[in-house]
């Protein structure tokens, strides 16, 4: 899995684009070997589709109500991500689910990032599914992507406590802090080390 070339990787994004931009700034720090080839945005008024702009890297913007149903939709940005020569995808709140074959065309290269400790919280409101829970701890994970939701092969977490006067935004700051951290660490890691799958695991070393 280590090459000596930088892995050429898209991100996908819908939103604000803060782990997109931590990622950007960890690549740009020569911490990770990759290079953003493209991010791809649904969302016309993407704030992480304006800042990649800004950065100037290569962007696309494919909106998904322009495109009817989810296999147009998602054929439209496969075009792109082959286009830029994308071998990598990073989801960073990308508010798609990717259909089975779309996943199976990157099988094993689409990393996503959620915060909370899977397979605890999956799905919507994890941060605030854990407050409910009455949890003492959360945090995120960064995990391969499956057909599953929230579901693949967990690749880093890291734990946040839970203050007793939390509430869904001040917890959500708290992991998002780590999510910055957790997201480059687990791309460095993959790219650089060699990994395997075994059953539900990933385990790092030969
Ligand atoms: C993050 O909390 C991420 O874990 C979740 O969506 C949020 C995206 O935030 N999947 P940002 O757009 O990266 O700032």
């Known amino acids: 899995m280590s090459s000596s070339r930088p892995t050429p990787i898209a991100v996908l994004l819908s939103g604000r684009g803060s782990n997109f931009v931590a990622l950007a700034e960890a690549i740009a720090r020569g911490e990770v070997p990759a290079r ?3 991010v791809v945005s649904n969302i016309e008024d ?11 890297l290569p962007t696309a913007l494919v909106p998904h109500r322009e495109h009817g149903a989810r296999e ?24 798609r689910l990717l259909s089975p074959s779309f996943v199976a065309r990157f099988r ?13 919280f999956p799905g919507l409101h994890p941060q605030r599914q854990a407050l409910t829970a009455g949890v003492r701890v959360s945090g995120c994970t960064v995990h391969l992507v499956d057909e599953g939701l929230d579901s693949g092969p967990i690749v880093v977490q890291r ?28 791309l460095r890691r993959l790219l650089s080390e ?3 799958i075994e059953g539900r695991r990933l385990r790092f070393g030969a």
């Open 36 to 38: 953003i080839a493209l």
């Open 46 to 56: 993407a704030a992480g589709l304006a800042k990649a702009r800004e950065l100037g």
């Open 72 to 95: 147009a939709h998602e054929a439209r940005v496969l075009e792109a991500l082959a286009a830029a020569g994308a071998e990598w995808i990073c989801l960073a709140g990308y508010m």
């Open 108 to 120: 094993q290269r689409i990393l996503n990032i959620h915060p909370s400790l899977l397979p605890a």
């Open 159 to 186: 734990v946040v406590p839970v203050a007793e006067d939390d509430d869904e935004a001040s917890l959500a700051a708290r992991i998002l802090a780590e999510e910055h951290r957790a997201y480059p660490e687990a």
């Open 194 to 196: 060699p990994w395997r």
